[in-house]
């Protein structure tokens, strides 16, 4: 089906700015299907699966809805879990931005006094679990009777949780005269059974899957953390050397602010997105068919419009909200019977979005283990070597071996030659690393190297093994690879490669050293 624009919707002022500020570019399928009806007025039942949207299809109507003079409750959406609420409640604060609106979620767990106070101040949105709102309802700190709106977000979760007389107390207990709205990825008996008795004719609302072709091209995905995406995705342009790859966001903030990181590491990277002029995508594609941008960062929307059809790589720096897009945003790569690949990073509850997508696309998504450092730098100097035979084998190379004799005659041997243009070669290669690198300063390690303190030493029993075991974990850096080592009563020293040191020391201090918390900052020279 055809996508809606957010520009099309009749949405106030305020809500336009606040979708435009999460970077938005259009509704998702669920969201062009319920959010007409919903705006109308309609009871609807929403069908779709996780990750499609379904908190700002009902998100968006409940806060247009909101009678600002009114302080009372308004909406009511009941969730299955305080994980579920918390995040509800957060997309609602996004999307409230310029509308000043009180919401509050309430769970069990947390204690229940606090909820009251803060419920006793005026609160318009409330984000529950159904226990939870019974036992205010029960206690009279929840007033039902300016309630016009009424969610059960997850359905099928909350039923399988066994809420269904919870969430029969709630909405026997508010107005008659309400809207409805119900969104599950299932459908059952029971929440039929619930529509029928509390819904007034609701429009069923399903997410067709169409039959795609998806291309034959290899598929792989990373589990990856969202901090650690952006090294691993260099890592893999790395590793494979890709000269043009192509790498979709959800989001026009995503693009901006991954093509920002890209560029900062010293990658030829650009963006597009439709928040850009056409005179800015204009350069942007000029820029990209001369071949002076290796990877091109998009949006769905934007790319749908550019005819750049022969990336060596698609990457999906997100799991795309629906299968369409992933259809859609791998089938750039592996035309005219080249060889194309796919990677799909999938962190957290995204995994359940892909396993959705390989149903619904029977396609045969690979798992890979992230590349460490270590392998990605194997690979590096394979290819270079590579390069290197087929350039003395093909290459027209005359000129310099005149220059290479030119330096032996002057007794330098053609090992020592090689081997110091290769130093050469490989230490311009890495400029843009260690241009970040010299940041360091002067800190007392071998050459090449950058020494470190970490405030863990043996009064944590600390040795020096953990610490080598530690930096594997992180990189895959061998000993062999670590300089030396010094662990001290309440401190250490490390030495790290230059080029890997600001990777190892990010990932140090996020995974800690034998489960303990551990800074880790460039060493003074005197120390
Ligand atoms: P669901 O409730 O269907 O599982 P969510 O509402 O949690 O899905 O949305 C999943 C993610 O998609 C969230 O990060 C949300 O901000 C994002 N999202 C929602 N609508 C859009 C859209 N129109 N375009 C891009 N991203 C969206
Ligand atoms: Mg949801």
């Given amino acids: 089906m055809e996508s809606l624009l957010f520009e099309d919707l009749k949405l106030s002022r305020e809500m336009k700015r606040a979708i435009a500020d999460m970077g938005f570019e259009e509704a998702t399928p669920i969201q062009s299907l319920a959010l007409p009806h919903i705006l109308d007025g309609k009871d609807v039942i929403g069908?779709?699966?996780?990750?499609?949207?379904?908190?700002?299809?009902?998100?968006?109507?409940?806060?247009?809805?909101l009678d600002a003079s009114v302080k009372g409750v308004q909406a009511v959406i009941l969730c299955p879990t305080r994980e579920l609420a918390i995040q509800v409640a957060e997309e609602i604060k996004k999307l409230s931005k310029y509308k000043k609106t009180t919401v509050l979620p309430v769970y069990g767990g947390q204690p229940i006094e606090r909820q009251i106070k803060a419920l006793k101040r005026g609160v318009q949105i409330i984000i529950g679990t159904p226990g939870r709102v019974m036992d205010h309802i029960h206690r009279r700190t929840l007033r039902m009777d300016h309630v016009k709106m009424i969610i059960?977000?997850?359905?099928?979760?909350?039923?399988?949780?066994?809420?269904?007389?919870?969430?029969?107390?709630?909405?026997?207990h508010i107005p008659e005269e309400r809207q409805m709205l119900l969104f599950s990825a299932t459908m059952s008996p029971q929440i039929l059974g619930i529509t029928r008795k509390y819904q007034n004719k609701p429009e069923m609302l399903k997410v067709a899957h169409q039959e795609l072709t998806v291309p034959e091209i290899e598929q792989i995905y990373f589990e990856v953390r969202e901090q650690m995406k952006l090294d691993v995705l260099t890592r893999l342009i790395d590793m494979h050397n890709l000269k043009l790859a192509l790498v979709f966001c959800n989001t026009k903030r995503r693009v901006d602010r991954l093509v920002g990181h890209l560029q900062t590491r010293g990658y030829f990277a650009d963006g597009l997105h439709g928040d850009m002029s056409q005179n800015q995508r204009d350069r942007v594609m000029n820029k990209f068919r001369k071949g002076q941008i290796e990877i091109l960062v998009a949006t769905d929307v934007a790319a749908r419009g550019i005819d750049?059809?022969?990336?060596?790589?698609?990457?999906?720096?997100?799991?795309?909200?629906?299968?369409?897009?992933?259809?859609?945003?791998?089938?750039?790569?592996?035309?005219?019977?080249?060889k194309g690949q796919a990677f799909t990073f999938v962190s957290g509850k995204e995994i359940y979005q892909l396993r959705d997508i390989q149903r619904y696309t029977k396609v045969r998504i690979e798992q890979q283990k992230i590349p460490s450092l270590r392998e990605v730098e194997e690979v590096k100097r394979d290819l270079f070597l590579e390069r290197l035979r087929k350039e003395i084998d093909e290459g027209d190379i005359d000129r310099e071996i005149h220059l290479i004799e030119r330096l032996m005659e002057e007794e330098y041997s053609s090992l020592d030659i090689a081997a110091a243009l290769l130093k050469l070669y490989v230490g311009g290669k890495d400029d843009s690393s260690s241009q970040n690198d010299s940041k360091y300063g002067e800190t007392?390690?071998?050459?090449?190297?950058?020494?470190?303190?970490?405030?863990?030493?043996?009064?944590?029993?600390?040795?020096?093994?953990?610490i080598v075991k530690a930096i594997g974990e992180v990189s895959g850096l061998s000993s062999t690879s670590i300089g030396r080592i010094d662990v001290l009563d309440k401190f250490s020293f490390v030495e790290l490669p230059q080029q890997h040191a600001r990777e190892v020391v990010g990932a140090l201090q996020r995974k800690g050293i034998k489960g303990l918390r551990v800074n880790v900052e460039p060493a003074n020279k005197k120390m």
């Fill in 308 to 338: 750049v059809d022969d990336v060596e790589a698609v990457f999906n720096y997100d799991v795309p909200n629906n299968e369409e897009y992933y259809v859609h945003r791998i089938g750039r790569t592996g035309r005219a019977g080249r």
């Fill in 152 to 172: 059960l977000d997850e359905a099928d979760e909350m039923l399988d949780m066994g809420f269904r007389d919870d969430i029969e107390f709630v909405l026997e």
């Fill in 444 to 466: 007392g390690a071998q050459p090449g190297m950058v020494r470190f303190f970490v405030n863990v030493g043996r009064k944590q029993k600390v040795k020096a093994k953990d």
């Fill in 47 to 65: 069908q779709a699966q996780t990750g499609t949207g379904k908190t700002a299809a009902f998100g968006i109507p409940v806060l247009e809805n």
